[in-house]
């Protein structure tokens, strides 16, 4: 009989089949004037949303991928596949996501129409609705503000699943890419706006002038 394929994941074991959950994750960021800085991600309170580089081919495309962390975890995990070393475990942290979409219905965000990116939650039955996240792969956190004029999903308040808290979901969203100016300088890098306004704080900082 031939030996059944043994897939990665069967490989992969947890030490004492256990998860560790954890309220916050801190994510290090450089902000424009190359200083460190630090945003802390808390999945129980309203400082939970997240921005990951999108792979995109198309220089056009929306540079960002955006998530709710609605779970935060550890595992001890051991690995028993061909290319392991031993079989310590070994610390790795996982972040649980809740995808946003683009709002294709709505205008693209730019500078030229005055207008912010709009974004939507996908239908929680779809495959890529949640995901898990390595905590090394976050950019920094994000702002994103309910669009209040389109209203709620839910009408009634009841939403579908208490761990994703979609009961208070709205039908679309705004990304604040000014919240602050690293925020800012992150989606808009070549504005000759900006450009002059980094020019500005740059001398001031230094005492130089224009």
């Known amino acids: 009989m031939p030996t059944p394929r043994v897939s990665d994941h069967d490989r992969l074991l947890f030490k004492l089949d256990r998860m560790y959950s954890h309220n916050i994750v801190r994510v290090n960021?450089?902000?424009?004037?190359?200083?460190?800085?630090?945003?802390t991600v808390n999945s129980n309170t309203y400082h939970r949303d997240?921005?990951?580089?999108?792979?995109?081919?198309?220089?056009?495309?929306?540079?960002?991928?955006?998530?709710?962390?609605?779970?935060?975890?550890?595992?001890?995990?051991?690995?028993t596949g061909g290319a392991m070393v031993d079989y310590q475990p070994r610390k790795v942290e996982i972040l649980w996501v809740r995808w946003f979409e683009l709002d294709m219905n709505a205008p693209a965000g730019s500078w030229s129409n005055c207008k912010l990116d709009r974004l939507r939650f996908p239908p929680m039955a779809n495959e890529d609705a949640f995901g898990f996240l390595d905590p090394a792969d976050v950019v920094r956190g994000c702002h994103i503000i309910p669009a209040f004029a389109s209203g709620k999903r839910y009408l009634d308040g009841r939403g579908i699943s208490p761990c994703a808290k979609?009961?208070?979901?709205?039908?679309?969203?705004?990304?604040?890419?000014?919240?602050?100016?690293?925020?800012?300088?992150?989606?808009?890098?070549?504005?000759?706006?900006?450009?002059?306004?980094?020019?500005?704080?740059?001398?001031?900082?230094?005492?130089?002038?224009?």
């Open 29 to 39: 960021y450089t902000t424009y004037d190359v200083h460190r800085k630090q945003d």
């Open 166 to 210: 979609d009961s208070k979901d709205w039908r679309s969203y705004y990304v604040n890419r000014c919240v602050t100016f690293s925020a800012l300088l992150s989606f808009e890098s070549n504005c000759p706006l900006l450009a002059l306004l980094i020019a500005i704080c740059l001398c001031g900082s230094t005492g130089g002038l224009l």
């Open 50 to 79: 997240i921005m990951v580089l999108a792979e995109n081919n198309d220089d056009s495309a929306h540079p960002f991928l955006y998530a709710r962390v609605i779970g935060i975890f550890h595992v001890n995990a051991v690995y």
